[in-house]
């Protein structure tokens, strides 16, 4: 079973380094991150990515276009687009 962690946030005012932060922090409780294709474009989430990489978080490529997914590790299936807790 699986429980979607919320990543969207809403701090007006705020700089994105704040938000990245705030992303952090959520990613320390998650064993997936899903990343929306063309994650590469912005980036805090090339960070959020190097840091899943960095600290054993497995990620997924969501693909919008084709409707599937394909993994960036070789354990996971498909995703939504979120940081996921497996719980």
């Not at 990245?20 to 922090?25: A, D, F, V």
């Not at 989430?45 to 960036?72: F, N, P, R, W």
């Amino acid at each position: 079973e699986y429980e979607l962690l919320d990543t969207i946030f809403d701090f007006p005012g705020k700089s994105g380094l704040y938000y990245l932060g705030k992303g952090l922090i959520v990613m320390h409780d998650a064993d997936v991150c899903i990343f929306a294709e063309d994650f590469e474009d912005a980036q805090g989430c090339v960070i959020e990515h190097i840091c899943a990489e960095k600290y054993g978080i497995k990620t997924i490529l969501y693909e919008t276009e084709e409707g599937i997914s394909e993994e960036m590790d070789d354990d996971m299936g498909d995703g939504n687009g979120s940081i996921l807790d497996n719980i």
